[in-house]
């Protein structure tokens, strides 16, 4: 769902299986995410959260 | 809308020991709740005052997962436990989780009954057109043709529309989304928890294990992209009636907003008359 819906394409399908038999998505240009916390609210198992660097 | 970080909604609303959810990868249940979970945290409602109820089902998981009252109640009988919650205890607001079978087929009669006597109740159907927890039987919902376990050469029957049941029963409050419309769905759920009377938010949800393999209509992605074409808007809807057009596309959007007078407070003017 990420991988499609992120409007900027931060996310990659990973190329490893992972255990539960699925491909997950990987962060692969987190350079490029302009935190509109879409993947976020698209995600159905609360998996993903975007954090601000300038928080911290 | 101000955006609230999934951490948060992890940490004050979720029971950590649960996660992860036993939904199927791809599954729109995890995003009903997650679209839930938002609009109450946005309308800064108190969780130890909410409960939420459900019957049997894949939809029927999610009080499982919040850290709140819930109740997992008997098959179809979600909308029958809630009736009573929300009568014992006025002051408690009532969330009810179904599934299309839950609420149209096993407990029909209990939704028909709740919008006629308007108790005060939100509920929210998670529609994915199929029993999915059995092994996907034909539920009252599956459209025309679509293939089942028990209709492989098609389905005869016609569907039931929840919402335009909902409607003409005079629900005041009823409204239709997918999962590929989250801003839609979470205003739509606030505006649900604010009304007062009995409120119906019907949500079409991907099912890519049970329906989508069997009618081989791919993934989740391939699924939502599918909600997004076959759907139209009311509005447009009504501007291409008005033109004498006609589509055979599912009708989404808002059906019903309302005021009428809930049965709780019918109740107590009553009472108080009788005094």
Redesign the interface.
Known sequence: MCVEYCPKKVYVKSEKLSKKGVFPPEVKFPENCIKCHLCELMCPDFAIIVEDKNDK | MS?I???L??EKY?RKDM???I?C???????VM?FTL?AIHDLNIDINKTVFVSGIGCSSRIPGYIYSDGLHSLHGRAIAYATGVKLANPELKVVVFTGDGDCGAIGGNHFLHAIRRNIDLTVISINNFIYGMTGGQVAPTTPLKSKTTTTPYGNIEYPIDLSMMAKVIGAPYVARWT?AH??QCISSIKKALQKKGFSFVEILSPCPTSYGRLNKMGT??DM?KHFKESTINIKLYEKMLAEGKTTDKMVIGEFVDIEKEDFNTKYKKFYSDLK
């Open positions: 955006f970080s999934n951490s909604i992890i979720l996660l992860p959810t939904f990868t791809g599954c729109g249940i995890g995003s997650n938002r999962t989250p801003i989740t992605l939502t």
